[in-house]
C-alpha cells in the first residue's frame, strides 16, 4: 500500500501563510536549480560503462599536491597533527588542548614513537548528544567543545571532550570506525573522481562537473578493494545520469580515485525540492538541550544527536525505568553492483547543525496521540533533493503505549540510489542500570554475545529489573531477519555520539556492534542492538516517487521498517507482530 507524505499539522509547526510561502520558494528554488544545473542526460549510460577499478596512481592536481604539503608539515612538527582552521579562540584553546592530551598522542603514534598520519576532522561546541551521562553536570553551565580526530593507518577515531578551562574530560577511541569529513575533504574527493579519465569516458564524451555529485561527504566501501569494510576513509561521489547513477569511490587515505560502479534509479526522477540544504532554526534547540517529556503516565527526555539521530533518555513509565537509552546510530546501504559488486553508504541522521550528518531532519519532532491508544514521538530525517534518486528519508518512530509498553521504529521511506538495495538500521536500546539480561528460555546472559532472529522462529529477551520483568519483542514487519548483539553499557561504545560503524555493505553480522563484544561481563547492566535486515523493492517497499495531483508534484511512499518493542511482561498479551504503529 502506498501513502503520500501529507502530515497532519501538529500544534508547534509554523502558521499557514509562513508555511505556503517556504512552499512556493522551495518550488521556485526547486525549478531554476534543475534548469541551470542538470543538463538533459540520456536515459542510461553507455555500454562501455561498467563497474571499473582504477589505476592505483593519484592525479596530479594541484589540491592534492598542496593537502599532501600541509600532511607531511603536520608530520615535522609537534602535535604531529594536522589541525582544523579554528572560529574562535575558545575553540583553538581546546583544539590545542586535544592534540596535546597524553591519550591523544600514544593513540597517534606508532610502536617506535614516530607519529602516525591523524587529523582533526571535527572541531565544534559539544552539543547535548555528545556528552555522557556522567559529565553532563560538568559541560552544565559551561560550553564544552567537541574535537574528532582520525588516525589514518589505524583506521580510529578519537572524540575528545574539553572542558571551556582547558581540561581534557574525555579521550574515546573507537576501532575502524571513521567520522563524518569537513567540507573541504568532500570537495577534494569530488575534483579526484572528475580528473579520472574513465569517469569522462563513462558519460559518452561529456565530461561530468560537480553540478552532478551527490552523497560526497558519504562514507563508503567497494568489494575488493582497500576500501572493503572501511580499512581506508573512502567516500562515494555519485554522479546521476538519466535513470542511472556512476559511483565513483575515492579514496582520501590515497587521494585516488579506487573505482567505480553503475547502479539503476528506477524510471521517473524530476525534481520536487531545491538544492540548497535546509537548516531549519527551529531544531538548533533540541541539539543543545534535552526536552522533557510527561505525557500519560511517561516521563523522558530527548534530544537530537549529532550523527546517531534521535535519542531517547531515561524512559519511565508511571515512575518505573523502562529504558535508559535508545536511538539509531547508523542506516548501513548496500546495493549490487552490474558487475555483482556491492557498493553502499553509511548514512549518519543527526542535527544540521555542529555536525556534517549525510541525512538531517526538516521539521521538529511531532508528538501525536495514537489510534490504538498513547501517542508517538516522531522524527523525520531527509536528504534536500527527496524523493529523487541518490536521496534518503528516514523516519525515528516512537510509540508509548497506556500499559506501558514502548515501539521503537526505524523507517525508510526511500528513495535510494538503486532497486536492489539492502538496508541494515542500527538501533541501540540501553537497558535501565543493573538490569539482568535473559533469553526467552529464563537463562541469564552473564556475558556479551551475538544472534540471528528470523521471523519464522520467533525469538525474544527479558530484561529483569528492580521494578520486574520486561520482555523485549521484535517488530519484524518487512525484515528479513535479524542481527542481536548483547554488550556491556560503555561510554565509547555509544552513550556518547558514535562515529559510523560496521561495514556499510556487509551481507552478514558485520553490522558494528559485534566490535563490542569481546566476552565483558554484564554484572552491571546490558545494551541490545537490533539490526535487521531489509531489501527494498521498486514501488513496493523503501521507495518513494513522485505523482501528479491536482496539479501538484506530491511525494508517493513505499515505505519499511523494524525495530523492538519493550514492554512489562505483566502487560504483554501476545503482542510479537509484523505490523508496526501507525
Given at each position: 500500500?502506498?501513502?503520500?507524505?501529507?502530515?497532519a499539522?501538529?500544534?508547534?509547526?509554523r502558521?499557514?501563510n509562513q508555511v505556503v510561502?517556504?512552499?512556493?520558494?522551495l518550488?521556485a528554488?526547486?525549478?531554476?536549480?534543475?534548469?541551470?544545473?542538470?543538463?538533459v542526460?540520456p536515459?542510461?549510460?553507455?555500454?562501455?560503462?561498467?563497474?571499473?577499478?582504477?589505476?592505483?596512481?593519484a592525479?596530479?592536481?594541484?589540491?592534492?599536491?598542496a593537502?599532501k604539503?600541509?600532511?607531511?608539515?603536520?608530520?615535522?612538527?609537534?602535535?604531529?597533527?594536522?589541525?582544523?582552521?579554528?572560529?574562535?579562540?575558545?575553540?583553538?584553546?581546546?583544539?590545542?588542548?586535544?592534540?596535546?592530551?597524553?591519550?591523544?598522542?600514544?593513540?597517534?603514534?606508532?610502536?617506535?614513537?614516530q607519529?602516525l598520519?591523524?587529523e582533526v576532522?571535527?572541531?565544534?561546541p559539544?552539543?547535548?548528544?555528545?556528552?555522557?551521562h556522567?559529565?553532563?553536570?560538568?559541560?552544565?553551565?559551561?560550553?564544552?567543545?567537541?574535537?574528532?580526530?582520525?588516525v589514518?593507518?589505524?583506521?580510529?577515531?578519537?572524540?575528545?571532550?574539553v572542558?571551556?578551562?582547558?581540561t581534557?574530560?574525555?579521550?574515546?577511541?573507537?576501532?575502524?570506525?571513521q567520522?563524518e569529513?569537513?567540507?573541504?575533504?568532500?570537495?577534494?574527493?569530488?575534483?579526484?573522481?572528475?580528473?579520472?579519465?574513465?569517469?569522462?569516458?563513462?558519460?559518452?564524451g561529456l565530461?561530468?562537473d560537480?553540478?552532478?555529485?551527490t552523497?560526497?561527504?558519504?562514507?563508503t566501501?567497494?568489494?575488493r578493494?582497500?576500501?572493503?569494510?572501511?580499512?581506508?576513509?573512502?567516500?562515494a561521489?555519485?554522479f546521476?545520469?538519466?535513470?542511472?547513477?556512476?559511483?565513483?569511490?575515492?579514496?582520501l587515505?590515497?587521494?585516488r580515485?579506487?573505482?567505480?560502479?553503475?547502479?539503476?534509479?528506477?524510471a521517473?526522477?524530476?525534481?520536487?525540492?531545491?538544492?540548497?540544504?535546509?537548516?531549519?532554526?527551529a531544531?538548533?534547540?533540541?541539539?543543545?538541550?534535552?526536552v522533557?517529556?510527561e505525557?500519560?503516565?511517561?516521563?523522558?527526555s530527548?534530544l537530537?544527536?549529532?550523527?546517531?539521530?534521535?535519542?531517547?533518555?531515561?524512559?519511565?513509565?508511571?515512575?518505573?525505568?523502562?529504558l535508559?537509552?535508545?536511538?539509531?546510530?547508523d542506516?548501513?546501504?548496500?546495493?549490487?553492483?552490474?558487475?555483482?559488486?556491492?557498493?553502499?553508504f553509511?548514512?549518519?541522521?543527526?542535527?544540521?547543525?555542529?555536525?556534517?550528518?549525510?541525512?538531517?531532519?526538516y521539521?521538529?519532532?511531532?508528538?501525536?496521540?495514537?489510534p490504538?491508544g498513547?501517542?508517538?514521538?516522531?522524527?523525520?530525517?531527509?536528504?534536500?533533493?527527496?524523493?529523487?534518486?541518490?536521496?534518503?528519508?528516514?523516519?525515528?518512530?516512537?510509540?508509548?503505549?497506556?500499559?506501558g509498553?514502548?515501539?521503537?521504529v526505524?523507517?525508510n521511506?526511500g528513495?535510494?540510489?538503486g532497486?536492489?538495495?539492502?538496508?541494515?538500521?542500527?538501533?541501540?536500546?540501553?537497558?535501565?542500570?543493573?538490569?539482568?539480561?535473559?533469553?526467552?528460555?529464563g537463562?541469564?546472559?552473564?556475558s556479551?554475545?551475538q544472534?540471528t532472529?528470523?521471523?519464522?522462529?520467533?525469538?525474544?529477551?527479558?530484561?529483569?529489573?528492580?521494578?520486574?520483568p520486561?520482555?523485549?519483542?521484535?517488530?519484524?514487519?518487512?525484515?528479513?531477519?535479524a542481527?542481536?548483539?548483547?554488550?556491556?553499557p560503555?561510554?565509547?561504545?555509544?552513550?556518547?555520539?558514535?562515529?559510523s560503524?560496521?561495514?556499510?555493505?556487509a551481507?552478514?553480522?558485520?553490522?558494528?556492534p559485534?566490535q563490542?563484544i569481546n566476552?565483558?561481563?554484564l554484572?552491571?547492566?546490558?545494551v541490545?542492538?537490533?539490526?535487521?535486515?531489509?531489501?527494498?523493492?521498486?514501488?513496493?517497499r523503501?521507495?518513494?516517487?513522485?505523482?501528479?495531483?491536482?496539479?501538484?508534484l506530491?511525494?508517493?511512499i513505499?515505505?519499511?521498517?523494524?525495530?523492538?518493542e519493550?514492554?512489562?511482561?505483566?502487560?504483554?498479551?501476545?503482542?510479537?507482530?509484523?505490523?508496526?504503529?501507525?
Open positions: 500500500m502506498t501513502r503520500t507524505a501529507t502530515r499539522p501538529a500544534p508547534h509547526q502558521p499557514v510561502c517556504f512552499i512556493v520558494s518550488l528554488l526547486g525549478y531554476l536549480g534543475a534548469c541551470a544545473a542538470h543538463p542526460a536515459a542510461a549510460p553507455t555500454p562501455a560503462a561498467r563497474a571499473m577499478l582504477a589505476e592505483p596512481s592525479p596530479d592536481l594541484p589540491a592534492v599536491a593537502r604539503g600541509r600532511l607531511e608539515a603536520a608530520l615535522a612538527a609537534p602535535p604531529y597533527i594536522l589541525l582544523l582552521p579554528h572560529t574562535s579562540d575558545e575553540l583553538a584553546a581546546a583544539q590545542a588542548a586535544a592534540v596535546a592530551d597524553p591519550r591523544v598522542q600514544a593513540a597517534t603514534r606508532a610502536p617506535d614513537g607519529p598520519r591523524a576532522m571535527a572541531l565544534g559539544a552539543s547535548a548528544g555528545d556528552v555522557p556522567h559529565l553532563e553536570l560538568t559541560c552544565t553551565g559551561q560550553r564544552c567543545a567537541r574535537v574528532q580526530i582520525y589514518y593507518p589505524t583506521n580510529t577515531t578519537l572524540t575528545a571532550l572542558a571551556a578551562d582547558g581534557v574530560l574525555s579521550v574515546d577511541a573507537l576501532a575502524d570506525a567520522p569529513i569537513p567540507r573541504d575533504l568532500a570537495d577534494l574527493a569530488v575534483q579526484i573522481a572528475l580528473a579520472d579519465p574513465q569517469v569522462a569516458s563513462a558519460f559518452d565530461t561530468p560537480a553540478a552532478l555529485a552523497m560526497s561527504a558519504t562514507k566501501a567497494l568489494e578493494t582497500t576500501c572493503e569494510r572501511s580499512r581506508h576513509l573512502c567516500v561521489p555519485v546521476q545520469w538519466g535513470a542511472s547513477a556512476l559511483w565513483t569511490i575515492v579514496d587515505t590515497e587521494f580515485l579506487v573505482g567505480a560502479a553503475w547502479t539503476d534509479q528506477g521517473s526522477g524530476r525534481r520536487v525540492w531545491s538544492e540548497a540544504t535546509l537548516q531549519d532554526a531544531l538548533a534547540p533540541l541539539c543543545e538541550t534535552p522533557t517529556l505525557r500519560d503516565g511517561w516521563r523522558l530527548y537530537l544527536t549529532s550523527s546517531d539521530g534521535l535519542e531517547l533518555r531515561d524512559l519511565r513509565f508511571e515512575g518505573r525505568p523502562i535508559a537509552s535508545a536511538k539509531v546510530v542506516w548501513h546501504v548496500g546495493y549490487a553492483g552490474r558487475d555483482n559488486q556491492r557498493v553502499g553509511s548514512d549518519a541522521i543527526g542535527c544540521p547543525v555542529f555536525s556534517a550528518a549525510a541525512v538531517i531532519p521539521a521538529p519532532p511531532v508528538i501525536a496521540a495514537a490504538d498513547g501517542f508517538t514521538l516522531e522524527l523525520t530525517f531527509r536528504s534536500p533533493n527527496w524523493p529523487q534518486p541518490c536521496n534518503y528519508q528516514y523516519v525515528t518512530r516512537a510509540h508509548f503505549g497506556a500499559d509498553s514502548v515501539r521503537i526505524a523507517i521511506e528513495r535510494g540510489c532497486t536492489e538495495g539492502i538496508y541494515h538500521p542500527v538501533l541501540r536500546l540501553e537497558l535501565p542500570p543493573g538490569a539482568d539480561l535473559r533469553d526467552q528460555s537463562t541469564r546472559l552473564t556479551e554475545g544472534a532472529w528470523r521471523p519464522t522462529t520467533p525469538r525474544t529477551l527479558e530484561a529483569h529489573t528492580a521494578d520486574g520486561l520482555a523485549l519483542v521484535p517488530l519484524w514487519a518487512e525484515a528479513e531477519h542481527y542481536v548483539y548483547w554488550t556491556r560503555a561510554q565509547a561504545e555509544g552513550q556518547g555520539d558514535l562515529p560503524i560496521g561495514s556499510c555493505c551481507l552478514d553480522a558485520r553490522q558494528g559485534e563490542f566476552g565483558e561481563s554484572a552491571e547492566g546490558a541490545v542492538w537490533f539490526v535487521p535486515r531489509i531489501a527494498n523493492a521498486e514501488r513496493q523503501c521507495w518513494a516517487d513522485t505523482a501528479l495531483e491536482h496539479g501538484m506530491v511525494p508517493r513505499w515505505p519499511c521498517g523494524s525495530g523492538m519493550i514492554t512489562p511482561l505483566s502487560a504483554r498479551v501476545g503482542r510479537e507482530s509484523s505490523r508496526l504503529p501507525e
